[in-house]
């Protein structure tokens, strides 16, 4: 990964009506991707670490493979496009009557510069599925600070492939540059940075509330942003699971996450070779409890630094929110799993 941002600051436009709260934001985030002093939620992320992800990537991208590597590349890459459809119901006490039966589809990771084509077959899993709402939870790019273009054709494409009634929510990844920020908000969505937008039927609400990536580019605004949440059916759109315990006590009742990727590469037995959380590793994929807040960590429909899933399968996932007692089910979808 390439932390220094290649977007210049006149393309994005750094116009007068951008809020003071956000300019902040984005010097705080240009600052941390320029230095390469980089922040988890418990403390400075290694250098080397970062410095070898980096180069490994590049390593691989370097010169044409042999014909025989590069038939198992097709074949691997070809194999990580694969993605299940998965739906989960989710059960609440305090869910208001008028947001029972409400939709969310959450999309994370699609990592869209690494598995070219990967927009299609998410497109394709999601086409016709009728939703309330479409959130993301970051790491649209792979490659830090990619071109635009990288991001906006695949997202328009997928973009185009639903039509949610009360819009397209994002967050940022550890691989998203603070220039993506106005990528996606010039296609229409509505990219909450440490902020939160209000969803109201009648006198009930639903609030949804982004942070930043708290995994790379952890500020004290991030939770800030949990605890200052307005009163309402609360959900937590944040990159990694790492404040699942901050969202718990201030009230949240649902968080969606990804970044883990499910670990990408496992063991036959599907299980994770790393799972990159500082905290709560036991979050790393599926839907998981902490107190009265049900979460849930996407495992990502794409892939990252390498283009390959091993025993691991990429996931765009449907909620359905129902007031009741607590607790989840997985609704089967005949023809659309894989
Ligand atoms: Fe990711």
Redesign the pocket.
């Known amino acids: 990964m390439d932390y220094r941002p290649r977007l210049a600051l006149e393309a994005i436009g750094l116009d007068s009506a951008v809020s003071s709260r956000r300019h902040a934001w984005r010097r705080r985030r240009w600052e941390m991707e320029e230095s390469g002093r980089l922040q988890s939620v418990v403390g400075p992320r290694s250098r080397l670490t970062i410095f070898l992800k980096r180069h490994l990537f590049r390593l691989f991208h370097l010169g044409s493979p042999p014909i025989r590597l590069q038939r198992l590349h097709d074949a691997w890459s070809a194999r990580a496009k694969e993605i299940d459809f998965v739906h989960h119901r989710i059960f609440d006490p305090g869910l208001p009557k008028a947001f029972d039966g409400y939709r969310i589809i959450h999309l994370?990771?699609p990592?869209f510069d690494a598995l070219p084509g990967i927009e299609e077959r998410i497109s394709e899993r999601l086409a016709g599925t009728p939703a309330d709402a479409f959130v993301v939870t970051?790491?649209f790019a792979d490659r830090h600070g990619a071109p635009p273009g990288d991001v906006i054709e695949p997202l328009s494409r997928v973009l185009s492939s639903i039509r949610p009634t009360d819009g397209v929510f994002a967050t940022l990844?550890?691989?998203d540059s603070w220039g993506h920020a106005e990528v996606l908000q010039s296609l229409g969505m509505t990219v909450l940075v440490n902020e939160s937008f209000v969803i109201r039927r009648g006198a009930d609400s639903l609030v949804f509330t982004g942070t930043d990536d708290p995994s790379y580019f952890f500020t004290e605004a991030a939770p800030a942003a949990l605890r200052a949440a307005p009163d309402g059916f609360k959900v937590a759109l944040v990159h990694s699971a790492d404040m699942a315990d901050v969202a718990a006590e201030s009230g949240f009742s649902l968080y969606l996450a990804?970044?883990t990727?499910g670990g990408q590469i496992c063991l036959p037995s599907g299980r994770p070779l790393y799972i990159d959380l500082k905290r709560f590793v036991e979050y790393g994929q599926g839907i998981w409890f902490h107190d009265d807040m049900v979460g849930l960590t996407n495992v990502?429909a794409?892939a990252?630094l390498l283009p390959y899933r091993f025993f691991s399968t990429g996931e765009v996932v449907l909620l359905t929110l129902r007031r009741g007692p607590r607790g989840t089910d997985r609704v089967p979808t005949p023809g659309r799993d894989q």
């Open positions: 994370s990771d990592h970051g790491d990844g550890n691989h990804g970044h990727h990502g794409g990252s």
